[in-house]
């Protein structure tokens, strides 16, 4: 084996043992294409195309029955200057700094308590159980809980009338709402992953700063925090993707609604494409959304990487 | 190594081998089917309105309309109207699409007929469906260019259902003019009771829109649907400003889900809600109230006088002018509206379409008998399908902000003429 590794391999067509081993190389390449050749042929045919098929949609009015007409830009310049666009936008960031924050920080703080708990697995499956509960379910059972006759109506009878209305009805509060409902139903996933994290971790450095006499904030904040940091950044660029293309929670229990005052990006999307059938508009959108995303992941993902 | 090859060459194969093997099996059953549908009278039924209905009743339906005109007609159902709409404009154009299918009246019936993908059903309205029962004055609804381009799947009529025990528990008669609902309402507030129900739904902003226009004067409503009176004029205004009025004084509720609506009627702590005759099934099979017992109806009554105005809305049945089925489909149309399918498609969907059938229900009932009185009623087509869409996405918005006190009159209006004046080239 080594001596043919070690055939001089700027004179193959002198050498029979090197032309048979390029030509073997040349077949392991061709065998290895092949291999993610299914793959690749998928990815092509059902995401690349659409992506090509909604950028050119996009730059076209088309109602989904009569011809595209192309419009260059005009859907684009269109959206921008659509107040509900604009409302949609706000409530997709207000989504995202939420779910950054919350979704981030409150898992983390969960987790600390958890792992030093007596009952960690206990308390792991109680904030586990609602991720078990797709958000279409969850969607249902807060819009129940909140009409007229759900929590409103209890209070009323607690001398309360005021608040004997659909909470989801009151604009900006139900966004408040639905994002709580988000958080509750998606906790369990980050807090698995931290508590995960934490007992992994390499325990030498923490008995190393609990012997100098490092407080517990600082113990977390200079030692553990940056031990899980990878599982950290994992968890915000999750958190921060899902956020971005929230949908299945909003159109159960709102559906954008009142008067598109709780649309998301992604909601918007749809509606401007299947409820108005605007797909030229609804694609700008769905460009644009896409473009947003792909940017904060390749940020979050080039940082990862560089650490790494 | 050459075996390995061998084996991916041939997982390869097998994987395209498959891939089109899938492609052409469902090329080739629907060429099947095509041929089938052709010679033995099979048709699709496509539709979003039973998607929520028992299989069992679907199957009833169904077996009726196949064994009365000979056809083999089988329902598909798509459970969300955005998909089935999608569905549908991507196969209207083939060969391929269904030989039968609702859709909605207004723009979007009229962009499927200009387009040329419906089959001119004319012939089939006068030998058919009038005869049949079903009231002449909803073809201009379903025309473009003077041709039938479709027949009501079904036809729903808007009115006032109120719960008759509340009524009689406070000594309340049924309103005969506008002022007479005000005195009722006014009653019933004092007695603690929410007099009218809203719906808290994207699109159900025009309900009560509408019902005050062509209430204070029909031709406002009819002006400011086809764009000659502007939503800024003074009438129009006027009209608003009495809405909100009535609104500030607690005569309308919070906009709140169907089922609270129902539920509120039911209970007494609403006395009334605007809605279509459908909800008199739900009411009594599901909160109990007994047709003409415990609820009954009445039409919103006129400001100044003259007939009070019952808006109507049709969901139009059609024929795929592409489709290698529309022959058959065609066919179906002919018993469709016969007397033995009618009343089964009642018995099934709770919809009356024609006036050889009767429902169940006695405030359904009473519901159709009052729109065939023309002496003191006229029908209407609703707001939503009488104007031109993109007008009405628009009012929708602005006008659930007006129910929800975010906006008043004076902030809408200027919001929902400028959208006008865009399509109305004012």
Known sequence: ??????????????????DSHIHKKRWTVIRDYMYIAPAVILVAVFFISSILYTLMLSFNNWDGVNKMEFCRIDNYLALFGDSNFMISV?????????????????????AIMITKSSFAKLFTNFFYFPTAISATVSGVIMATLLSTYGIPYLLGQLGHPEMVKDWLAVPYVNTFVMILTGIWQGIGLNLVLYVAAFRNVDLSPIEAAMIDGVGPVKLYTKVVLPLIRPTIIVILLMSLVNSFKVFDGIWVMTKGGPYRSSETLALTMYEESFIYNRYGRGAAVAIVLTVVILIVSYFNLRNTFREE | MRRKLLALFLGTALLFGTMAGCGSAGKDGAGEGEVLGAKTGAVEFWNDKLNNTDQEAIDELMGSISSL??????????????SYQTALQQSVTTADAPGLFTWWSGPQLM?????????????IWDEYVVPNGVADSVKESLSLDGKVYAVPYSIIYNMIIYNKNVFADNGLEVPTTFDELLAVCEVLKSKGIT???LKNDGWAGFIWFQAMLAAYDPALYQ????????????????????????????????????????????????????????????????????????????????????????????????????????EAAKEVLKSWYTKDNQTVFTNVTGFLCTSQVVSENATANEMVRLTQDDSKYELMLRYYENTDDSIRD??????????TRAAGADDILPVIQQKADEVFGN
């Open chain 1, 1 to 18: 084996m080594n001596n043919t590794a070690s055939a001089p391999r700027l004179r193959l067509d002198n050498v029979p043992v090197a």
């Open chain 1, 90 to 110: 706000g409530n997709t960031l207000i989504w995202v700094v939420s779910s950054l924050v919350i979704s981030v920080l409150l898992p983390l703080l969960l």
């Open chain 2, 394 to 403: 628009v009012a929708l918005d602005e006008l659930m902000k007006f129910e």
């Open chain 2, 195 to 197: 007099p009218i129900a």
């Open chain 2, 223 to 326: 002006g400011v649907c086809d764009g000659s009176i502007a939503y800024t004029d003074e009438k129009v205004v006027n009209v608003m400003h009495i809405w909100q009025d009535m609104i500030e004084k607690g005569y309308f509720s919070e906009p709140m889900q169907i089922s609270d609506m129902d539920k509120s009627l039911a209970n007494g702590t609403v006395a009334m809600m605007l809605e279509p005759n459908y909800e008199c099934k739900t009411l009594t099979g599901d909160y109990g109230m007994e047709p003409e017992v415990d609820m009954s109806v009445f039409v919103v009554p006129p400001m100044n006088g003259g007939k009070s105005i019952i808006f109507f809305e049709i969901a139009p049945l059609c024929v795929a002018k592409g489709s290698d089925d529309k």
């Open chain 2, 111 to 123: 962009t499927l007929a200009g387009s040329g993908n419906l089959e001119d059903l004319t012939d």
């Open chain 2, 69 to 82: 005109s000979g056809v083999d007609v089988s329902c598909v159902a798509y459970p969300d109207t955005a």
